[in-house]
Structure formats: C-alpha cells, structure tokens
C-alpha cells in the first residue's frame, strides 16, 4: 500500500480541526471561518460528517449493548457466565472422541495427532527468547515471551491465537512500530499455535507469507518447508 | 426483539471474554481457572451495575467495554491480594465511570444535518457505520473506541496499548479512520 504522505499530513490537520469543532474549542470567529469551509468544502464536509456519526453509532451500540444486559435476568446471565466451563468440557470430550476414532477408522485422527504433533515438536525452533536484546522494550519483550511459552506449553491456545493474530497484524503494518523486529518469530509462534489447535490452512498460510521473506536456504525457510512438506 | 438482544449480549461476551483472558493472563499471570472465576462475578458485577442505567447515563459513562475490563482488573487484584498482601483493590463501588462528555451534542447534530438528507437516507447511513464499528479489527477497534468514545488523549491512548509515542498512535489512528471510511464508502 502506498501511502501519500502530504495527503495523509493534510487530513491529519484537518481532523484536529474537526475535532476542536465537536469539542467546541473554536474562538465564535474560528468555528464561523470552519462552518464557512464546510459548505465549500466537500472533502472536509464529508470527514466531518463522518466523524459525527461515528462519535453517534458508538454511544448507540453502547445503548444496544446495555439494553441487552438490562434485558436478562440473574439466572440467564449467571447461565451465560458459566458457558466457557461448558465449551471447554465439550472440547475435551471432542479431543477424548477424537482419540477413540484413531483406533476405529484410523485416517482423519491420526491426521489430526500428526498436525497438532507438528505444532510441537517445532514450537521451540524460533522462540522469541532468542531474539530479545536486552534492555530494550521490555513491556513487549514480556509479552511475547508469555505468548511464546504458551505456545511451547500448549497452554490456553485460543486466547494465545487471539493474541498472536493482534500482534501478527501490527507487525506486518506499514508503520515502524514495537512489533516490527519481531514479525519473523511473531509469525512463526502463531503458525505452530494453528498447528497445535488443528487449524492447517490458517497456519499454512502463515507459514507461506514468512517463506517470502525467509526463503530456503536460511534457517527459517528450510524449517518452514520441512513442515509444508509434512503436512 | 428479545432474541436480538440475546444475539446482542453473546457477541458483547464473546468480544470481552477474548480480551479480558488475555489481559488478565498479560498483566496478572492469572491461570485458566482463576480467570474463569474473575470473568465470571465481573460480568455479573457489571449486569448489576447496569440494571439501572437511562441512556444519557450511558452516554456520561465510558465505555460498556472499558468499563467490563476496569470490573475484570478490580476482581483480579482483589484475587491477588489474597496471595499478596501489598496489592490492595479497591471496591467496585469506589470506582467511578461516569464523565462529561466533551462532544459538544449541538455541533455533532450539526454535522449529522448538514447535507439535508432524507431520514431515510440517514438511517442507512447510521446502520451501516453501527455495523462497521461493532465489527473493526485490532488495533484499530482500541484505537478508535478509546478516541471517540472513551475520549482518550493520544498520550493515554499511547500508555494503554504500549504504542511507544503519542505520534505512533496519532499516525495509526488516523490510518484506522482512513480504512473504516473507505469501508463506509462500499456500497
């Protein structure tokens, strides 16, 4: 994405303007000059229009939602609480099942031990501990050594995926950031995560973005085609 | 309309219990279990917080989400403080939500009514912007609730998400706006 950065200086401008408009931080002469702007301005109109709306549909979902809670019951939203312990049993019993089929139709589980297997065994190969430099960022440092151990323990997958994606996404922004230098061990802690949830596709497509910037031939991309290989 | 506020309520859970186990996991080492319980009395906490509300209540409070995370933190330091007598929490009912907006609602109505559109028309437009901002990605979902609905400064917004300065946040920010007005503009 090409970014056009006077534009982007520009609209930047203009939403702090906008911004003083809806905050009422204008002189009386400034806010006539800007509603003068406004009826000549389409561009400017439209910005803050859409500003003003969404300042609106966010205090309306926040009605909606609390609406909602005002129309359940104690029992319901003590039900409704309760519901992840349910889920989790379920999977449970989903991962016990799962096992009983290895032994009666064989294929779809072993496939299944396989790919969760493989998740494992390389969880360890790209850890973000060895790439931590020391003294700096260490909010972020802590994080990802947190994610990172879960991966390698398989402990709480779905929060820890949930996590690695919001990670994964800003490292890959076009803006510098915190995350940038640990994109590459970022990416790799969250395909071996999709690996240990069973969730194939997702983490080949992980595992095929990081292969672009670490071909076969370096130590990262050899190991990312050991495993396509395999799976 | 009962079922859509059933729909309503498991989306809002759904959202809150991703990122509460995350934070709670991040900031108090909380394990699977400890933060099913924490979850659990804070979502109660908050239905009872709530039951009592009118709408310009919500408006003067922050958001239902923040707020959820500020129950979910108080439970989880009241839980600590068993094992950890210098962490001391503070009651629920100490906390205070509440704020004055500072959206003028005389200028908002203003830019809302400035191209004289039919109510119908609007009506389109303000459901198809409720839909996007029930529904943006991270980083762009913290960034832009804590902007215009929590009405954080670019500073605290920095502090918050571990942006490492105010001008990251007001670069990205402005590329979140950007993205969900491009959106809006799909038919």
């Known amino acids: 994405m090409t970014i056009d950065i006077s534009n982007e200086s520009k609209l930047i401008a203009d939403d702090e303007r906008i911004e003083c408009y809806l905050k009422g931080r204008m002189t009386p002469t400034e806010e006539s000059q800007f509603v003068e702007l406004l009826k000549s301005d389409k561009e400017l109109r439209e910005r803050a229009k859409i500003q003003a709306q969404l300042i609106q549909a966010m205090r309306h979902v926040d009605i909606e939602t609390v609406k909602a809670f005002q129309n359940t019951d104690d029992a319901s939203i003590r039900n409704i609480a309760r519901k992840r312990n349910v889920i989790s049993i379920r999977h449970w019993i989903a991962v016990a099942a799962s096992v009983l089929v290895t032994f009666l139709i064989g294929f779809k589980s072993y496939d299944y031990y396989s790919v969760t297997s493989i998740g494992k065994e390389y969880a360890t190969a790209f850890a973000i501990s060895s790439q931590l430099r020391g003294d700096a960022d260490t909010d972020t440092q802590s994080e990802l050594e947190a994610l990172s151990k879960n991966v390698e323990n398989g402990y709480d997958m779905d929060s820890t995926i949930v996590a690695l994606e919001q990670l994964w996404q800003k490292a890959n922004q076009d803006t510098y950031n915190e995350y940038t230098d640990y994109a590459p061990n970022i990416g790799w802690n969250l395909a071996m995560a999709y690996l240990q949830n069973y969730e194939k596709e997702k983490a080949k497509t992980v595992l095929v973005k990081l292969q672009k910037d670490y071909p076969v031939g370096t130590a990262m991309g050899d190991r990312i085609q050991e495993i396509i290989d395999k799976l | ?187």
């Not at chain 2, 906490?45 to 989400?65: H, P, R, Y």
């Open chain 2, 1 to 187: 309309m009962l079922k859509d506020y059933n729909r309503i309520l498991s989306d809002f859970i759904k959202k809150q219990r991703d990122k509460a186990y995350i934070f709670l996991q991040k900031s108090y080492q909380l394990e699977k279990d400890d933060c099913d319980a924490v979850f659990q009395d804070s979502l109660i906490i908050l239905w009872e917080k709530l039951k009592d509300v009118d709408e310009q209540g919500i408006i003067n409070m922050t958001s239902t989400s923040t707020y959820f995370l500020a129950i979910c933190k108080n439970k989880a330091r009241e839980l600590r403080r068993d094992s950890n007598k210098m962490i001391h929490a503070i009651d629920d009912d100490e906390q205070d939500f509440s704020r004055t907006p500072q959206y003028k609602q005389e200028n908002i109505n203003f830019l809302l009514t400035l191209d004289h559109e039919s109510d119908i028309i609007r009506q389109e437009e303000e459901d198809r912007l409720h839909q996007l901002v029930k529904n943006l990605p991270e980083p762009c979902e913290g960034l832009l609730w804590g902007y215009y609905r929590d009405e954080l400064s670019l500073k605290e917004l920095a502090e918050k998400f571990d942006y490492k300065s105010e001008g990251t946040v007001k670069v990205t920010k402005h590329r979140c706006l950007q993205k969900l007005i491009t959106k809006y503009k799909e038919k």
